[in-house]
Every structure is written in structure tokens, then in C-alpha cells.
């Protein structure tokens, strides 16, 4: 045990024996350290009255030195405010440390374990540390000391902490590790590394102080009431009631009013998922199903809003040209040019708004939002009195008969139900309008449910109180003639509801189908104007109506478009996440959705985009519910809305429901906002943004595969689904490319792939480090395109480790049956043991029922001494010449790895040393099966009967598209006799099989004695690892057996000669047939185990495949991986 412990334990010891007063003395390390020691203990003095406490701190300053705390305690019982570790934020150029925390006294007596200084360095934030052993928040709860944390909700917070500093807790290395182990060396101590969104958040969440944010009324109810509530409150519901009357028109409203209620509710339980940060539609989304769904949607919800903002000043511009009337045109006969030139006043009054603040937008809300409930409580008051003058323009008042014939629908020309609900569905929209100001809501879990629930309910009540009211007092079809009154002798025959009041409006319906009449549901837009108590009123809420909307979307489309550029969803975009003043108001984004909407302005004919920026929106809702659908189906541990009052089936219907009026408002404008939505969702998949958020896709799609694994589980296998699921030894995935690659051919989305790396060595394993590689290599294959796993071991040896990669590597079916391994082609230069035990692995995998295949590339296959080889290759790929590179090589293996860590390259150009020649050579080599083979063969030499692994890998392999120009050959053992037979035997079983091949050869003098010189080239090869115990005693032989079992006896090399030449002799045949192959497949041979020496095996290995193009020995566990049944 280190002296320091030593020292710290006997203190501690002593000072738990005398609890008060006490002395705590201070052991600071000798000598420069990277970070202090976590386990300190200061010098305390406890006065013996509580009256004069000295507090004591631990803030270790820049220059190592203490900061000495003055000041009285504050007093006793007070919440303790120290913690672990503060991380701040809001300074990353070198803030001073935080105040000091005053302390508390001591309870108990108990000993002191105070908390260090760790200094960090990970990404320009600060850690502070405060000194624990002074805040007794730990001693108050359990009565000593410890630094193992209680539950506290600041540990839980994001790195990015807007509601307050994110602090870590002691990680299990602190509280586990022994007392001299540094538990951690750099970074965040729980591993929380930012990614580059998460970082845009953190520089999002420190907000500077005094920003303005909004309550459920203000932020959420005010925005979605004004929005909801639109021009078509006044000048469509009426006409919404003439054609659909009062039923229809009640279930229009009642439709529409489900859908957005579903939405609505789907929204809450997403916004009650976790803390909202600004960005609405987009948000809500994007970190429920994922970055593809949520920057396709973010990108048109924010486009329309843009849109909508044209819409509605248009709107408005239209209104007023109306109102002037002909006698006072801006521009004579010229009434677009009229609407252009309001409109564009318009927008420019309403950017002045939005840009001066959120505050002053809102204030000017709640001003619009008063003229609209006056405007509504005008109508409804001024349809309680009714007038004499008003009787001829179709207003009667409250009355039975007309609230009858109004009862039923009277749809005309090509109106139907679905187009007259097309037409309202637009007004029901505007839901989101709190929600997409998610960033100003000062709790916006709480506004969002509360605020859209209930403008919802509100506005819904409206409508339909004004399809009742309108329906019940005035007629369809009046004249407006005062002098359309029925004489006693006509009132029999007239059957309208006119007739009761002593009018008949029926001379304006012609007979032909043609109305002509004025006023009336049906012919009079501004027919609420005239049942009003004061029509101006009226105007004033058709202005109020139409503005609001627009300064609600002036607002939302440049918050939402700012969340998307801050997650750099698309590239290029990142000018507009930048915020300013106190708000982070994205004025470069009001400037962008100015000019937009000011181009559709100036088009000022907005009935063709109307249709797509209804269903823009739709799109979004549809989404929002099936972003609930889908979490709910997900079953993740983390979805845990507080808002309960939601269901999956219903939110699921609202997803199709919103599709369904996508189709029924326009079709083809549906059809093009799924394809445009289509479009983006491929682009974003493809770019792959660098974000990770925790999206129900990600819970779903490990749902699904545990699902599927366990099902997959629960089925025999069967010879038909046999895939070479392959356990390949690389080591690092990027020091064997050529194995890599080689593999990777034949396993791309036919079978399993695991990279298996043992860690050997001396040195005690750093399981921290093991998964930190884990990660980072895992990440290096996703990022090269290659579809499989890593899974590093730490063993005693290299046979050790294998062993365990052979039993638990995989997860039910999904389990390797294949071993892969590199040849050993420095088996002669080292340790003898190491054959030995790499002779053993493929024994092991014969006795787990595992196939075994061996790859040897001539040029060889680790490159790891190589230093920065990855950038070597790729700057080979880019230019046809090499610069000049001079490499530092590091051959010693500090970890005793499978693949050695790589070194450092000192100089990368204009350095007069080359990278020598061989490995040169071996860098060409290690791309070889990257790049596409050009026409040659795979020649098979399938000589033994291993159940078809043999056949399979090379027809595996020539299915790929890299390999399609290569012919299958195979080569097979026979007589000379029966050359013929044996050839139409194999053709046979082929066709059978129906694998394609180029040419059967039979190998009728494959028992040919080999050359004498290739025997004498043997024989000299395995001298040195000959027993010889013949010329020694029989105690002598024994004993050196049992010390080097790699030694080949004299009676094992007498018993196996005939085997020996037949690998002499296949080495012949190889070079005289393949010598030109792409690939040779060949059938490996069987050494018995413990019958065959370690040393003489490698032998009859090395024989066989020297001097080779690239050869696969490849031996199946004998049991039937190929079928010609059906």
C-alpha cells in the first residue's frame, strides 16, 4: 500500500478516537501532480462554543494556493449550497472561481473527509470544486462523513443547465477505486462529453439575466386564441352555415375541433416529457422521433409560417382596399397594386414590432386579443336586437322557424361537405402558436397543456356558438329590399321562413338553379357586420384577426428556424442560430422571414400555396401525433410524460385523421407536401447529423431487435438460413484492413460480424480504457462503412481470450459460428509458446463446433507499426504519388495486444526519408480487397467434405458487386481413372446446389511424391523444432516434451510423412494452377489434437500456402451449411 494511504488511514484512525476538538492536517503529494488527490484532509479548528465558528473552505485557487474564508457562519440549519463540482458555463474564457461557501458546523465529532481540486480541461469549461467536508449536507443526512452523494436533482441536469449548474456526482472510480488510483484523468468525470449540438445548447442556456418570459396566458392561450380565431370567424362561418346548415356545420366545427384536440393533447404529453427548450413544432419532434423527422418538418413548418405571414397581411390588405371602395383608390383601376402597397406598409409595421421584442409583441397581442373579444361579444349582442331595417337584408332575430329551415344543408354549384370543410379546416389551425415559443415560456411544461388545451376549448365553443347563432336568425337568401313584403292574400303560399315576418325574397331564386340574390347566409360575407350591434366593431376584429395571425407567424417562423440552424441539421444554415439582446431574438431570421413573406406579398395571389400551407401544418400535427404513437410503442424507460391524459390508439388516429384532411382539403397539394417531406427525411438520413438525442427511433429500433432476437431465439435453425456469422481476430479493427475488408466481402448484410481484440499483458487491466476503445472503434467501423461489431477482452493470453470471445461473444442466434484469424507468418522468429497457443485457438474452435478459417496474405496483414496508416491510405487514394513520410516505428507492445498501439508519425511531408519498401508493399496489400477486383477467378479447392463452408464463402463473395467479375473454378481431388466421373459428379452437385462456376478441375496426381528439393526445403524448415529423442535418455526426452510440446517427435513425423508430402505436394499444384486466382478457397487441413505437435502443424500450414496469391483455409464444423432441397 502507498505511503500516503498508509498515512491517511492511521489519521483517520486517530482523529475518529478523540471526536472533539480535533485537528485535520492537510497531505498534499510530493512533487507536481496532474490533478490533486480527491482525498484530502484539511486543517480544522472547532471552537468549543457554537457562538464562534471559523468557517473553513477547500476552493483551490489557479496558483495551488487556499483561499482563506472570512466572515461569520451563517446560521444553523440552513439549506447547505456546496456540491461536488459546479461546472460553469456562462464564462468559458477563464471566469474567477464561484464564491466561497460559507461553512456549517461539524455534528457529532465526526471525521473529515474533505473533496480536492480536479483540474480539467474539456472543451474550455471550468470545474470548481468546493471543499465537502465543511457542508455537512452528507453528515446531516446520515450522521458521518462520506462523499458517496444522496439523491439530488442538480446531478440529473444536462450539460447545458438553463435552470441551473449542472453538477457531477462521484463517479464509481471515486468511490471504488483504490486510494492511490487517480480515478480520472481528464474530461467530465462521468464521461458526459459534448457533442456539437449539445454545445450549441450550452452556449444557448446561458441566457443573460433579465430576459422576458411569458405565463400559460400570456406566452400560450393568447397566441393560440388570436390564431385560431381568423378572418374566418367573421366572414366565412356565416356561408359555412348556409351551405352545410346548423347539424353539418356543427360536426364540421366538431371534426376539425378532434383533431386539433388530439394533437393538442399529443403535444402536452411530448412537452411534459422532459425540459422544452425553444423551437416548437420542431423541437417537440426532431427529440421525439429523431433528427430525420424533425429537420424535414422544421424546415417546411418554418417555411409556412413564413408563408402564412403573406397570407394573412394579404388578408388584411384586401379588407382594406374593400373598405376604401372605388371612390378611393390608392392606385386607380389598379387593385393588386392596391393590396401590394398596404400590404408591404403592413409587414413592415409588423417586423418594427416583432424586432423591438418579444415584450412589445406581446403587449401588442393582448391589444388585439381585446378588439376580437369585443368584435365577438358585438355580434352576439347585437343579434339579441333585432331592426326593422335590418329584416330585409335576412335578420330576424331568434326564431324557431328559421333555426328549422337552417336545420339541414343546402349545398350549391359544386359545393359539398368535404369542400365546404376544406375550407373551414384552415381556421382550426394555429394550435402551436404557444408552442413554438416554447424558448420564451417561463415553465413551458406547464403552458403548453394548459394554454393549448384550453384555447382550444374556448375557440371551439365560439365557433360553434356562432354556426348556432347565425343559423337561428337569419334566413339563407334575402334581397335587401324593404319593399319585398307579402300582402295577406300571398302568405298561404308562401312556405320560407321569410313569410312569417311578411317578406318573400323568393323572386331573387330563379327557377333555372340561379341565385341572385344580395344578402343572406348564403350571398353576404359581411352579414355578421349587419347583425352586429355596431358593424365597425366588426371591422376592427376582421383587422385584429388578420394581423394577429400574421404577428404570431412573423414571430414563430424565425424561432423555430433558429432551433433548426442551432443543431446544424443543415449545413450552411449556421448564420441564422445566432441570437441577440436578452431574448436571443433571432433578428437574422426576422430579416429572412420579412423577405419571404414580402415575395408572396408582391405576388399577392396566394390561392394556389394556400392549399400546401395547410397541409405543411397538418403534416407537423400529423407527426406530433404519431411522435406519441411511436414512444408509446417504443415502451422506453424514458418516456414518462406527467400529462397522463393521452393515449397511443388515439394519438394514432389523430396521425391518420390529419392525413385524411391533408387529402380532402387538396390532394395534389397533399401528395407534394409528402414528397417534399419524403425528399428532406432522405437528405437528412443520408448526411447523417452528428446528434444524439434519445429519439423514440432509437427505442424502437432496440425494441424491435431485443423482439426479434428473442423470437429468432425460439426457432431451430435450419441449413436453408445458414449465414457464416464470422468471429474475425483483428485486434484493432484498422490495423488488419485486408482481413477486415476480406470478410466484410461475404458478411455485408448476409451475417454477423464481429471484430474480436484480446488484450494481454502484464500490467493490471484498465477496464475504462477497454470501453473507451470499445466506443471509439465501434464508432471507426460505422464511420468506414463497415457493418460489424468490436468487442475487445482483457486475458492472460491470447488462447485465454479467444476462449472467451468463443463462448460469449453474441447474443442468441445472432452468435458467431465461424473463427477468422490472420496467418502467423513470423511464427519462426518468436516464442515457440506462442504457436503453441495459436495452434490451440483453432483446436478451440473445432471443439466449440466453430468453422475455422485462416487468411494468408503474402505481403502480411498487421499495419499497426505503421504510424497514422489510415492517413497514409487515404492520401494514396487522393493523389497518384507519395509525399515523402517519415515514420516513427514503435515494435514494443506495452499491453501485449493482439495488434500493437499505434505510433506517431514525427513529419508527414518534404522529409528526405521514405517509408520504406516493405511496408510500402504492405499498405498496398492492406487495400487490396477494398477496391473492386477486376476479371480473374476464385479458384476452390475443395478436397475434403467440411458441409459446404468451402463452396459458400467464395459464392458469397462473387455475389458482392466488387467481385462480380471473378469466376468461381474448383478444384477437386480424384484418380486418374475417374476423372471424368468425379467431374460429372461435382457438376452435378453444383447445379444442384445452383452455384455458378467457370471450370471443374480434377486433380487426378494429387498422391504424386512432391520434388526432392521441396522435401529438403521442409525438412530444414522444421530442424530446429525436432525433438529428437532418439539420440537422447527416455527421462531427458520426456521432461523437454513437457516443458516445449510444440516439438515434433521422430515416430509423429515417421506417423504423419504421407500427410506432410500431400502438403508438399498441394503447395506444387497450387503454384502451377492459381498462381494468377484473385482468391484461393482452399480446404484446410486437420491436425489431430494431441496427436500432432504444435510446431509440425504450423509446418504443414506454412508449406501449404507460401509464395501464394491470397488463400483462405477454410474448414466447417462438418455440419451441412448447403442444401438443394426446396
Not at 419524403?678 to 438520413?685: A, N, P
Request: charged content about 20%; hydrophobic content about 40%.
Amino acid at each position: 500500500m502507498p505511503f500516503s494511504s498508509v498515512v491517511y488511514i492511521t489519521l483517520v484512525r486517530q482523529l475518529a478516537s478523540h471526536p472533539s476538538p480535533f485537528v485535520a492536517i492537510r497531505l498534499e503529494p510530493a512533487g507536481p501532480t496532474s490533478s490533486s488527490s480527491r482525498f484530502q484532509v484539511d486543517l480544522v479548528a472547532e471552537a468549543a462554543s457554537a457562538a464562534d465558528k471559523t468557517p473553513s473552505t477547500d476552493s483551490t485557487l489557479a496558483s495551488g494556493d487556499k483561499a482563506t474564508p472570512e466572515g461569520p457562519e451563517p446560521a444553523a440549519g440552513g439549506e447547505a449550497k456546496g456540491r461536488f463540482r459546479v461546472v460553469n458555463f456562462m464564462d468559458p474564457s477563464g471566469a474567477s472561481p464561484p464564491e466561497v461557501v460559507p461553512a456549517e458546523g461539524f455534528q457529532n465529532g465526526d471525521t473529515v473527509m474533505s473533496e480536492g481540486s480536479l483540474h480539467s480541461s474539456t472543451g474550455g469549461q471550468h470545474h470548481y470544486h468546493y471543499d465537502t467536508h465543511t457542508n455537512t449536507y452528507y453528515l446531516r443526512t446520515f450522521g458521518h462523513n462520506t462523499i458517496d452523494a444522496v439523491p439530488n436533482i442538480d446531478f440529473y441536469r444536462q450539460s447545458a443547465a438553463p435552470l441551473g449548474d449542472k453538477l457531477i456526482r462521484p463517479t464509481l472510480s471515486e468511490l471504488h477505486d483504490e486510494l492511490d488510483k487517480e480515478p480520472f484523468e481528464d474530461g467530465f468525470a462521468n464521461g458526459d462529453e459534448l457533442s456539437p449540438a449539445e454545445e450549441a445548447a450550452a452556449k444557448e442556456a446561458a441566457e443573460p439575466k433579465g430576459a422576458v418570459k411569458f405565463g400559460w396566458i400570456k406566452g400560450v392561450l393568447v397566441r393560440c386564441m388570436l390564431n385560431i380565431w381568423g378572418v374566418m370567424l367573421f366572414i366565412r362561418m356565416s356561408w359555412i352555415v348556409g351551405q352545410a346548415g346548423i347539424v353539418l356545420s356543427c360536426v364540421i366545427v366538431l371534426m376539425a375541433t378532434v383533431v386539433t384536440t388530439i394533437t393538442g393533447l399529443s403535444t402536452s404529453a411530448i412537452a411534459t416529457n422532459g425540459f422544452v427548450r425553444g423551437g416548437g413544432a420542431y423541437y417537440l419532434i426532431s427529440r421525439s422521433l429523431g433528427p430525420e423527422f424533425g429537420g424535414s418538418i422544421g424546415l417546411i413548418f418554418a417555411f409556412a409560417n413564413a408563408v402564412a405571414v403573406a397570407m394573412y397581411v394579404v388578408g388584411f390588405a384586401e379588407t382594406v382596399v374593400e373598405l376604401l371602395g372605388v371612390s378611393h383608390p390608392i392606385l386607380p383601376h389598379d387593385e393588386i397594386n392596391d393590396i401590394r402597397i398596404i400590404g408591404t406598409i403592413t409587414i413592415i409595421l409588423l417586423l418594427g414590432i416583432s424586432m423591438a421584442g418579444m415584450e412589445w409583441e406581446a403587449k401588442a397581442q393582448i391589444f388585439l386579443l381585446v378588439v376580437l373579444i369585443t368584435a365577438i361579444f358585438n355580434y352576439f349582442i347585437g343579434s339579441f336586437i333585432p331592426l326593422k331595417s335590418k329584416e330585409s337584408q335576412g335578420f330576424f332575430g331568434y326564431d324557431s322557424a328559421i333555426m328549422m329551415e337552417n336545420m339541414g344543408p343546402d349545398f350549391r354549384g359544386t359545393e359539398s361537405f368535404f369542400s365546404v370543410f376544406a375550407i373551414f379546416f384552415p381556421a382550426a389551425t394555429g394550435i402551436l402558436a404557444g408552442a413554438n415559443i416554447s424558448g420564451d415560456l417561463s415553465d413551458p411544461q406547464l403552458a403548453i397543456p394548459r394554454g393549448t388545451l384550453l384555447a382550444i376549448l374556448i375557440t371551439g365553443i365560439v365557433y360553434l356558438g356562432v354556426a348556432i347563432s347565425t343559423g337561428s336568425c337569419i334566413v339563407r337568401d334575402a334581397t335587401g329590399n324593404g319593399n319585398d313584403t307579402l300582402s295577406a292574400q300571398f302568405m298561404a303560399n308562401c312556405t320560407d321562413a321569410a313569410c312569417k315576418f311578411g317578406y318573400d325574397f323568393s323572386y331573387c331564386k330563379g327557377d333555372d338553379g340561379q341565385y341572385n340574390c344580395r344578402y343572406g347566409l348564403q350571398n353576404d360575407f359581411q352579414v355578421m357586420s349587419i347583425v352586429s350591434g355596431f358593424s365597425p366593431i366588426i371591422t376592427a376584429g376582421i383587422f385584429s384577426a388578420t394581423l394577429s395571425s400574421a404577428l404570431a407567424s412573423l414571430v414563430s417562423a424565425p424561432k423555430v428556424f433558429q432551433a433548426l440552424c442551432k443543431d446544424n441539421i443543415y449545413p450552411g444554415l449556421e448564420m441564422f442560430a445566432k441570437g441577440y439582446g436578452k431574448n436571443n431574438e433571432p433578428l437574422r431570421g426576422y430579416i429572412l422571414t420579412f423577405c419571404i413573406a414580402l415575395a408572396f406579398i408582391l405576388i399577392a395571389q396566394l390561392n394556389v400555396i394556400a392549399p400546401i400551407i395547410s397541409n405543411f401544418f397538418l403534416a407537423s400535427y400529423a407527426l406530433i401525433n404519431f411522435s406519441v404513437f411511436h414512444a408509446s410503442l417504443a415502451n422506453s424507460p424514458g418516456w414518462r410524460p406527467s400529462f397522463k391524459f393521452y393515449n397511443m390508439w388515439v394519438s394514432l388516429a389523430g396521425a391518420v385523421l390529419c392525413c385524411v384532411v391533408m387529402f380532402v382539403i387538396n390532394w395534389w397539394a397533399a401528395l407534394m407536401t409528402n414528397v417534399i417531406v419524403m425528399g428532406l427525411y432522405i437528405y437528412v438520413s443520408y448526411k447523417k447529423p452528428d446528434v444524439n438525442w434519445g429519439s423514440s427511433t432509437q427505442a424502437l429500433t432496440y425494441h424491435q431487435a431485443l423482439t426479434h432476437s428473442l423470437h429468432l431465439s425460439s426457432v431451430e435453425d435450419h441449413i436453408k438460413n445458414f449465414r457464416p456469422q464470422c468471429l474475425v481476430m483483428t485486434g484493432y479493427p484498422n490495423s488488419r484492413p485486408a482481413l477486415l475488408h476480406l470478410v466484410h466481402a461475404f458478411t455485408k448484410n448476409v451475417g454477423l460480424m464481429i471484430c474480436g481484440h484480446v488484450r494481454t499483458g502484464s500490467r493490471r487491466p484498465n477496464f475504462k480504457d477497454l470501453s473507451n476503445d470499445q466506443t471509439r472503434y465501434q464508432r471507426w467501423l460505422l464511420k468506414n462503412e463497415t457493418k460489424a461489431f468490436y468487442t475487445p477482452v482483457f486475458a492472460d493470453d491470447m488462447r485465454q481470450g479467444t476462449q472467451y470471445l468463443l463462448q460469449a461473444a453474441g447474443l442468441g442466434r445472432l452468435r458467431p459460428n465461424t473463427l477468422v484469424i490472420g496467418y502467423k507468418s513470423d511464427w519462426r522468429d518468436g516464442d515457440m509458446m506462442n504457436v503453441e497457443t495459436y495452434i490451440h485457438m483453432i483446436h478451440d474452435a473445432f471443439d466449440f463446433q466453430y468453422g475455422s478459417v485462416v487468411f494468408r496474405l503474402k505481403e502480411g496483414l498487421d499495419v499497426s507499426h505503421i504510424s497514422e496508416q489510415d492517413d497514409l491510405l487515404s492520401s494514396q487514394e487522393k493523389t497518384s504519388g507519395m509525399k515523402d513520410v517519415v515514420v516513427s516505428i514503435d515494435m514494443k507492445d506495452s499491453d501485449g495486444d493482439s495488434s500493437k498501439p499505434l505510433s506517431k508519425a514525427t513529419s508527414v511531408q518534404n522529409s528526405p526519408a521514405m517509408l520504406n519498401v516493405a511496408d510500402q508493399r504492405l499498405l498496398d496489400a492492406s487495400q487490396l480487397f477494398k477496391r473492386k477486383q477486376g476479371k480473374g477467378t476464385v479458384d476452390v479447392w475443395w478436397l475434403f467434405d467440411d458441409g459446404g463452408l468451402t463452396l459458400l464463402i467464395p459464392y458469397l463473395l462473387t455475389n458482392k458487386k466488387k467481385w462480380k467479375d471473378c469466376k468461381i473454378r474448383v478444384f477437386i481431388g480424384g484418380k486418374i481413372n475417374r476423372i471424368d466421373h468425379d467431374r460429372r459428379a461435382m457438376a452435378t452437385l453444383l447445379s444442384k446446389f445452383r452455384i455458378d462456376f467457370s471450370d471443374i478441375n480434377v486433380l487426378g496426381d494429387i498422391n504424386t511424391k512432391p520434388k526432392k528439393e521441396n522435401v529438403t526445403a521442409f525438412e530444414e524448415m522444421i530442424e530446429p523444432y525436432r525433438l529428437k529423442e532418439d539420440d537422447m535418455e527416455q527421462d531427458t526426452a520426456e521432461a523437454q516434451k513437457a516443458s516445449e510440446p510444440w516439438r515434433i517427435t521422430d515416430n509423429e513425423l515417421e506417423l504423419y510423412r504421407a500427410k506432410t508430402n500431400r502438403q508438399i505436394r498441394l503447395n506444387e499444384l497450387l503454384k502451377e494452377h492459381s498462381s494468377t486466382a484473385n482468391l484461393i478457397v482452399m480446404s484446410m487441413p486437420l491436425a489431430r489434437k494431441g496427436a500432432v505437435s504444435s510446431a509440425l502443424y504450423m509446418s504443414w500450414l506454412e508449406t501449404l500456402s507460401k509464395d501464394l496469391p491470397p488463400l483462405l483455409l477454410v474448414r466447417g464444423n462438418h455440419q451441412s451449411v448447403l442444401t438443394f432441397y426446396s
